[in-house]
């Protein structure tokens, strides 16, 4: 079979008759599957099919799934397991958006948390929202840094992702529209290689409301992305990206497969691929991992 359709249960459990059902609906639809093969019993397994389109398959999935929270990710068998990942931060590797967390220090959560829902679903220019943002918060002393970042929360699957890849020998780059303050912490804690980000302007202790030039957005993502594929030698057709927000639409449309994780409805509907109810394990698996090749 030259496609292989992944079935990853969110919450609750991905039983036999739920993945029965999806077969016979893709048979219903002409299509040619084989037998399941369990990744994880109970929570991902892949059906490999041939004869209709990926895209297809996955519309055929969620009809017959309803509204159980269960994804499906089509794609070629070939080349799934990926070389290379780039993944943003916020919001993807990590539960919080860091200057939403900084806002809390002056006061100003639901002003700037505005700003940054209103950027990330590409209603507003990246630069400019998070220059506004920044400068919101002129004056704030630099240790309100530190102490939002003892809030950060990791992402289920975040680090079981990167160090199962790595594991297998691929490259995991954490490359974010946010501080290199924050990257940094969560680049060790997590395991990737290395981390890219915003730097943000400090003197005499405290923030000066700027953002050093020139701010890294959606451009800078999609080319670390070309940038490493190429320095390791990896086709980008055995790279992942993974974001959630406006500005990685253009890493996920360069990367061999590009998810849009629990994401803005914009980038859901623009990425290849989509994780709306399980953890970041669920990148694994659509790699074709199973569950004895995770690193826990």
């Known amino acids: 079979m030259n496609n292989v359709l992944t079935l990853i249960a969110g919450r609750g459990r991905l039983d036999e008759p739920t993945v029965s059902h999806v077969e016979m609906t893709l048979r219903g639809a002409g299509a040619a599957v084989a037998p399941p093969e369990w990744l994880a019993y109970g929570v991902a397994a892949d059906l490999p099919f ?29 080349g799934r397991r990926k070389r290379l990942l780039v993944a943003d931060m916020e919001s993807t590797i990590i539960e919080n958006e860091m200057l939403d967390e900084l806002a809390d220090e002056v006061g100003m959560r639901d002003r700037i948390a505005a700003i940054t829902a209103r950027a990330m679903n590409g209603e507003l220019d990246f630069a400019g929202a998070l220059r506004e943002r920044v400068g919101l918060l ?30 297998a020998g691929g490259y995991c780059a954490l490359v974010s529209g ?113 569950e004895e090749e995770i690193a826990r």
């Open 50 to 78: 041939d004869t209709i389109e990926a895209a297809d398959a996955v519309d055929l999935t969620y009809e017959a799934v309803e509204d159980a929270p269960i994804d499906a990710v089509a794609q070629p068998a070939a």
């Open 138 to 167: 002129a004056g704030l002393e630099e240790a309100a840094l530190a102490r939002a970042q003892a809030r950060i929360r990791i992402m289920p699957g975040a680090r079981a992702l990167v160090a199962t890849m790595r594991r």
């Open 178 to 290: 946010g501080f290199t303050f924050y990257t940094g912490h969560v680049r060790d804690a997590v395991g990737f290689d290395m981390d890219q980000a915003n730097r943000l302007e400090i003197k005499d202790g405290k923030l000066t409301g700027k953002v050093a030039e020139p701010i890294l957005g959606r451009d800078a993502k999609r080319e670390r992305l070309r940038t490493l594929a190429e320095q390791r030698g990896v086709p980008l057709a055995l790279t992942m990206a993974v974001g959630d927000g406006a500005n990685d639409l253009d890493m996920l449309a360069e990367a061999g497969i590009g998810v849009a994780f629990h994401a803005k409805p914009l980038v859901a509907r623009s990425a290849g691929a989509r994780i709306d109810h399980a953890d970041l394990t669920a990148l694994l698996y659509l790699q074709g991992y199973r």
